[in-house]
């Protein structure tokens, strides 16, 4: 969600006239922006950190100018220009498209500017964008979130869901497909809740079905869905759409009722584990993901174990696994019984340990299979030596191509057989079976950005 915001402020900049400077570490530009995550406390920490190593560089360059948004700006608000006087904009997870006109007002008034507002101005989808791949997008189809999940502060800071009309969503799709996007990836905190706010609980699988009918859309994928929502016409819409991917990043967090009950999560272990059971009878080879929260206030070892076995029966492909971080603001930071430090890191290697060799075993399993991979970069995993392309499988795995000679660029598709596994990747030096250039101009993936466009405005507008 936030490269899909980045994206999205960087288009807004560049046709306010701003370019991109080349030199990315911010000590030769004139206008550094910020754009905030708040879900973990090293957030914060990165935050203030560089803010501090920009502020003898702002001082020794008359006009350079500082912006902070996102969700921490949403959270801290005032607290940013404490901390780090020197800002000049501070702008919230509501208002992406005010930042030129706060940055000028700045500059103009000699003053920094703080605008944060409570609800929804524009959908992200609906500003211009400098995508960094010309190939592959981020499609919004709702924004905020409607669950109270007590370790999650992203609610209070996004605002409660709001959905998309399906004609504005496909109508992007359809825009991005004819200027050469062949993958979208569709957004939301939750996506299977997509059509509550206009009184469809089926729009999600007809969302799916309907890309399914756009001409030149190979790929779609999408994240994240709540395990509370997920219903079979999902579930049948995934398997009988041929251009949706076969990959599910379902959030579990923990395998423990307890814990659950504990998170708000609204579902139990045999819920989570029986949506899985029903995926993979109709999609034997879905490449099922997730996230992990370890350490979570009260988190007893029975309560571990209980996740450790609910990760031995999953067989996640992969994991996002994350020590448990107290967040100001949410219930679960005030909760008794929190877990010390030492034990939650003995807590997380463990569970690292038996989700690496889970992931080995399945990708063990893909030897001598033929992948289609979607190639995303020139320089795969010992490039020089194996001449090697790198790019990801339709279930999502991170593949490493022998291209050899073969002229293939970013955004082309290729076939290729596994020759090797590891925990994190694939390899494919077998040769290519096939291979489709990009449709795009010259085949060359760079950052592409999509015309201007006038705001579609939910709010009020900037001024």
């Not at 496909?170 to 009184?199: C, D």
């Not at 949410?330 to 569970?351: F, G, S």
Request: charged share 20%; with cysteine.
């Amino acid at each position: 969600m936030n490269v899909h915001d980045s994206e999205r402020l960087a288009g807004l900049l560049e046709q306010a006239g701003y370019l991109r400077a080349a030199d990315q570490s911010g000590r030769e530009a004139d206008l550094v922006v910020f754009n905030t995550c708040a879900v973990r406390e090293n957030a914060d920490n990165r935050l203030y950190g560089n803010l501090s190593q920009l502020a003898p560089v702002k001082s020794a360059r008359p006009g350079m100018q500082i912006a902070v948004g996102g969700c921490l700006a949403q959270k801290d608000q005032a607290t940013v220009l404490q901390k780090a006087p020197w800002v000049d904009v501070v702008f919230g997870t509501h208002n992406l498209a005010s930042l030129p006109v706060l940055l000028e007002r700045a500059r103009h008034n000699g003053q920094a500017q703080v605008e944060i507002l409570e609800a929804l101005a524009n959908f992200p989808s609906d500003l211009p964008s400098r995508r960094d791949s010309a190939f592959s997008a981020w499609v919004s189809i709702a924004v905020g979130c409607d669950n109270s999940c007590t370790f999650c502060i992203v609610p209070s800071l996004r605002g409660k869901e709001t959905d998309r009309r399906p004609g504005d969503v496909l109508a992007e799709i359809e825009a991005l497909v004819a200027e050469g996007v062949t993958e979208i990836t569709l957004l939301g905190q939750n996506v299977n809740s997509y059509g509550r706010s206009f009184g469809d609980p089926l729009a999600f699988g007809k969302l799916l079905r309907a890309c399914g009918r756009v001409q030149g859309l190979d790929r779609v994928r999408f994240t994240s869905p709540h395990p509370r929502d997920f219903t079979d016409d999902v579930i049948a819409a995934m398997a009988e759409t041929p251009n949706v991917c076969p990959q599910l990043h379902m959030p579990m967090q923990s395998g423990s009722d307890a814990v659950l009950k504990s998170m708000r999560r609204s579902y139990r272990q045999a819920r989570y584990l029986d949506i899985i059971d029903r995926v993979r009878a109709v999609m034997p080879q879905a490449a099922i993901t997730t996230d992990i929260i370890v350490g979570f206030p009260g988190e007893t070892e029975q309560d571990f174990d209980q996740t450790l076995e609910a990760v031995r029966r999953a067989r996640f492909a992969s994991a996002f696994t994350f020590q448990y971080s107290p967040r100001p603001g949410t219930p679960a930071a005030t909760m008794e019984h929190q877990i010390p430090k030492a034990v939650v890191q003995e807590r997380y290697e463990r569970l690292i340990e038996l989700q690496d060799e889970i992931s080995w075993q399945e990708n063990k399993r893909l030897l001598g299979t033929e992948v289609q991979v979607l190639v995303s970069s020139a320089q795969g995993k010992k490039d020089a030596a194996n001449l090697r392309m790198s790019g990801r499988a339709r279930d999502g795995r991170l593949v490493h191509v022998g291209a050899g000679e073969l002229p293939v660029a970013p955004g082309d598709l290729v076939h290729a057989t596994v020759s090797h596994a590891a925990p994190h990747h694939l390899v494919a030096d077998g040769g290519i079976s096939a291979h489709h250039k990009w449709r795009g101009p010259s085949g060359q993936a760079a950052p592409a950005a999509r015309p201007a466009a006038p705001l579609l405005s939910i709010g009020r507008r900037p001024s």
